[in-house]
Every structure is written in C-alpha cells, then in structure tokens.
C-alpha cells in the first residue's frame, strides 16, 4: 500500500503563491504517474496536473491543465518522496480542494491511490 499525505494548502490572497506537498509513504514503485486534481464546491474534481516519471524517476513528463499552464508547476524531491505543486498566480477560481493521486502506471484511467487534499482558497 502507498500512502498519500497532503499539505501546504491555507487562504492566499489572489496574484499570491502557494506550494502543495504529496509526502508518499510505504510501498514504492520504480516509476509511475503522480497527478493532481482539484474540486471545488458544487463541482466535479477535474484534472490539474499529472507528471509521469520514467523508470527510477529518472525523467518525467508533464502535463498540465489549461487553466494553469504557465502558472503552476510540478516537481519532486525523490530523497524526500515527495511531489510537489508550485501553484503562482493564483486566482479566485483555483479555490478547491486539491488532491494528489499515484499510479505506477502511465497515464492511469483510474489512479489506485488518493491522499485526504488540502483546502485551498483564493481570496479576491
């Protein structure tokens, strides 16, 4: 099993910064796919970021939701084990809760494990 914790979310007012953290603990896979999602209130969660990493999380490629393109950015620290979102420029409609979701697949249909989120809310 693989766990999935969440942190960094908090209040941010709009044109500020923020940085989520996924720490993964437990069972590790050599390469996989880390995405993440987003739902706000009365909304579907949809996709925000994914990044594939190739074997021994030697490369990755990324990709990226429209909305956020240019202003959000993932990346890892594998001592750590964790992915990061480096979320710029935020805007009142990036308020949601953001989950982030591993695969040791590629571009997994369904992702076999989920962390609790973390609220994020963007002030005007």
């Known amino acids: 099993q693989v766990q999935l914790v969440e942190s960094g979310g908090g209040l941010v007012q709009a044109g500020g910064s923020l940085r989520l953290s996924c720490a993964a603990s437990g069972r590790t896979f050599s390469s996989g796919t880390v995405g993440w999602f987003r739902q706000a209130p009365g909304k579907e969660r949809e996709f925000v970021a994914t990044?594939?990493?190739?074997?021994?999380?030697?490369?990755?490629?990324?990709n990226y939701a429209e909305p956020v393109k240019g202003r959000f950015i993932i990346s890892r620290d594998n001592a750590k084990n964790t992915v990061y979102l480096q979320m710029n420029s935020l805007k009142p409609e990036d308020t949601a809760v953001y989950y982030c979701a591993a695969d040791p697949s590629r571009n997994p249909i369904a992702y076999s494990y989920w962390g609790q989120g973390t609220q994020v809310t963007v002030s005007s």
């Open positions: 990044a594939w990493w190739t074997t021994a999380w030697s490369g990755i490629i990324l």
